[in-house]
């Protein structure tokens, strides 16, 4: 699900991952410089407090209204963006 919608072309993709409602971590989608993307594990651990991970992506969003939010709450969540992301 779209969270929050960026900027078309240069908006920074932060992916939050969970699974049956739990939150299995974020990341960003960062260049590896050699013209590919990765995914970079970013924010509170997931064992923090949940407001931990709220307040953090709204520093984020505040930071730069342009970035994308999408959720993914599915099984093995980080394994499906880096196949489709990178």
Do not use: N
């Not at 991952?17 to 594990?41: M, N, P, V």
């Not at 949940?50 to 984020?60: K, Q, S, V």
């Amino acid at each position: 699900m779209v969270l929050h919608r960026g900027d078309p072309i240069s908006g920074i993709i932060l992916l939050q991952c969970l699974e049956k409602g739990e939150q299995t971590g974020l990341f960003e989608r960062i260049s590896d410089y050699t013209g590919g993307y990765t995914l970079a594990s970013c924010g509170p651990k997931e064992s923090s407090a949940p407001h931990e991970m709220a307040e953090y992506i709204a520093r984020r969003r505040r930071s730069d209204p342009d970035l994308w939010l999408i959720e993914l709450d599915i099984a093995d969540a980080e394994r499906l963006a880096a196949e489709s992301l990178c």
